[in-house]
């Protein structure tokens, strides 16, 4: 005589938060020159297939420029300023809020792993930049894996993942021009 017993085991996926691995620590932005990239060969993993990245808390801390002073994503940038304080760029809202000198971009929407984090960038507009450091820090990332079965949509850093910018003056140095002497 036999037995059989029979038994039905059910899976439910729980969403793991993103996570990043960082690249480049230390970038230096020359005067006149372009954009320098923060974190272009950072790693990004939403974990699981399928999903994309949601939102982005950025901080952009030592500002002294005003509005000189730019968060690039992409080919767009944000004045960190504090003079517009909510809008769009490179298809991606973002709110800005301005305390002393720390800005904290927040970026909502929807995106492909890398194409937000890795295209971002500073830039600084004035002739005369102020020479000292700035430090770009991701505070947390969020996907679209959700929280159902206590899973995990968002990552705080801790400790925050940071690139330090050196801001220098690219000392040009003095042309002269022969003139006609009589």
């Known amino acids: 005589f036999e037995t059989q017993i029979t038994s039905t085991i059910q899976l439910t996926g729980i969403n793991n938060p993103p996570n990043v691995t960082q690249g480049v620590a230390t970038v230096v932005f020359a005067k006149a020159a372009p954009a320098v990239l923060l974190f272009s060969d950072a790693e990004i993993d939403t974990i699981e297939q399928g999903q994309e990245l949601t939102g982005l808390v950025v901080t952009v801390g030592g500002l002294v420029d005003g509005a000189n002073e730019l968060l690039w994503i992409g080919d767009e ?41 890795q295209t971002l960038g500073y830039s600084n507009t004035s002739l005369s930049p102020t020479e000292s450091d700035r430090t770009v820090s991701l505070i947390s990332l969020t996907d679209s894996g959700g929280v159902e079965n206590s899973g995990q949509d968002s990552q705080l850093f801790d400790p925050e993942i940071t690139s330090l910018i050196h801001v220098t003056t690219n000392n040009t140095p003095p042309s002269v021009t022969q003139g006609v002497t009589a």
């Open 77 to 117: 940038s944000i004045a960190l300023d504090g003079s517009t304080t909510s809008g769009q760029v490179s298809g991606v809202d973002y709110r800005l809020e301005l305390i002393g000198d720390r800005a904290t971009v927040t970026l909502s929407g929807s995106w492909s792993a890398g194409t937000v984090v």
